[in-house]
């Protein structure tokens, strides 16, 4: 039995290699629009919380915490500020729903800028449904650096029924606020395109490594 070696041109290779990059970028491309649904399938709502209600959270002195709680239940007995949305409908076939909570404002000195919020749904029956939604502060902030921060809430219904979005504050620290952007998606998040270019970065580096050193040792 013979074996014959085949011997690659430097043309196909590069034309190998372009493909090989090509194929990145198809990769990466849909990823793009991906990254617009990083909260869920659709947007469903957007609320500016008002300036009065603002001026509200810039005034609001948080209460002491509750002696013998642990930090979760303390937070969701403590004193707030609250606002809520209007009233939006909402499907079991669509979940989850997710809240998107930015907060905007300005650092007063250095060190970290903090806020804890509860944040969840006011029922058609009138009951609040809420938890804490962490994540929303910046370390190491600097005095008068302009700070955007975003945290994230996913509920799911066991059926339709119409829900108003709710949110309080809890504490805030270091900050002064200039405005909150509420947005409630439903449906499930798809990847981001940082996710999806690390699924697929080693692949095409070990491919096109594997490509070069078979080229060199045939030359």
């Known amino acids: 039995m013979k074996f014959t070696?085949?011997?690659?041109?430097?043309?196909?290779?590069?034309?190998?290699?372009?493909?090989?990059?090509l194929?990145?970028?198809?990769?990466n491309h849909p990823a793009a629009a991906a990254d617009d649904k990083k909260f869920?399938?659709?947007?469903?709502?957007?609320?500016?919380?008002?300036?009065?209600?603002?001026?509200?959270?810039?005034?609001?002195?948080?209460?002491?915490?509750?002696?013998?709680?642990?930090?979760?239940?303390?937070?969701?007995l403590a004193d707030t500020e609250a606002w809520s949305?209007?009233?939006?409908?909402?499907?079991a076939t669509a979940n989850p729903y997710t809240i998107v909570v930015t907060v905007k404002g300005t650092a007063k000195a250095d060190g970290d800028a903090t806020t804890l919020w509860n944040a969840g749904w006011v029922l058609d029956d009138g009951v609040r449904r809420l938890n804490v939604l962490p994540g929303i502060a910046k370390v190491g902030a600097k005095a008068g650096e302009r700070l955007e921060?975003?945290?994230?809430?996913?509920?799911?219904?066991?059926?339709?029924?119409?829900?108003?979005v709710a949110l309080e504050l809890v504490n805030a620290k270091n900050l002064s606020f200039d405005g909150v952007h509420v947005e409630v998606w439903s449906g499930v998040p798809e990847p981001s395109k940082l996710e999806i270019s690390?699924?697929?970065?080693?692949?095409?580096?070990?491919?096109?490594?594997?490509?070069?050193?078979?080229w060199w040792r045939r030359n």
């Open 5 to 21: 070696t085949l011997k690659a041109s430097p043309r196909s290779v590069w034309r190998y290699l372009f493909g090989c990059a």
């Open 23 to 27: 194929a990145c970028f198809v990769v």
């Open 40 to 76: 869920g399938q659709s947007r469903v709502a957007t609320y500016d919380i008002p300036a009065a209600t603002i001026a509200k959270f810039q005034k609001f002195k948080a209460s002491a915490p509750v002696k013998g709680e642990s930090p979760l239940v303390a937070t969701l």
């Open 85 to 91: 949305g209007p009233e939006l409908s909402t499907s």
């Open 149 to 164: 921060m975003t945290g994230t809430s996913p509920t799911s219904f066991k059926e339709s029924r119409k829900v108003g």
């Open 198 to 214: 690390y699924a697929f970065r080693y692949a095409i580096v070990g491919l096109v490594l594997g490509l070069l050193f078979w």
